[in-house]
């Protein structure tokens, strides 16, 4: 029997989404999978978070549920790398808002093709929505805010303050075209690794 291996021409392109939650991130990424000519795979990082027993991590004591979702978003970047290794191209939407999760990003995604991509919107605008949805921690998304878009730097940005997701998913897409040399990623690499390294905590 001939032997069978998997190989890819490519490794696939990564659209990182980074805003607070309730900034409009997965409605954008469901808009992008219709507008972008390649068929993409949306990776929320509340898709991982989702398969985890919720019963069991209910239970869980305070540090002990810290450290479970800190590897749980380790895993995540992962799970995102494995994928676009394998040639897979992502829509991915997440919360940068520690800034250990960006420097593992930027560790464990060096070497793909990473589009990051700010997503904004008024704090005004985030208290509405958290209101309207019932789903949220009140003050979520404007604590969130604070850390989220610090690190000073994107490829592309969008703001659904008053932009609809799919006029931001064509702005994304039209972006891709022209996008700024060197990356943001590249750029916050220079920045930021030559730091000593942040873990999680705990």
């Known amino acids: 029997m001939k032997s069978m291996s998997f190989t890819t021409p490519r490794t696939g392109q990564v659209l990182l989404l980074n805003g607070t939650s309730s900034s409009g991130k997965s ?14 795979f949306h990776m929320p990082v509340d898709a991982i978070n989702a398969m985890r027993a919720r019963r069991r991590t209910l239970e869980l004591a305070p540090d002990e549920l810290a450290a479970t979702l800190a590897r749980t978003r380790a895993g995540f970047h992962r ?33 793909l093709d990473v589009v990051f991509i700010g997503v904004h919107c008024s704090e005004q605008e985030l208290t509405r929505r958290e209101r309207a949805r019932g789903d949220r921690q ?38 891709l075209a022209q996008l700024p040399t060197p990356r943001a990623f590249d750029r916050l690499r220079t920045e930021f690794l030559s730091q000593p390294p942040q873990t999680p905590n705990p």
Not at 27 to 39: C, T
Not at 151 to 169: F, H, K, L, V, W
């Open 27 to 40: 409605s954008i990424a469901e808009q992008l999978l219709l507008v972008l000519d390649r068929p993409f």
């Open 138 to 175: 009140p003050g979520q998304a404007a604590t969130q805010l604070r850390q989220v878009h610090s690190y000073g730097t994107y490829d592309i940005e969008c703001d659904t303050t008053t932009n609809s997701p799919r006029d931001c998913a064509w702005t994304i897409k039209q972006s």
């Open 79 to 111: 799970a995102v790398a494995g994928m676009a290794q394998a040639g897979n191209d992502l829509v991915v939407d997440y919360v940068l808002s520690e800034q250990w999760r960006l420097l593992d990003c930027l560790t464990v995604l060096n070497g």
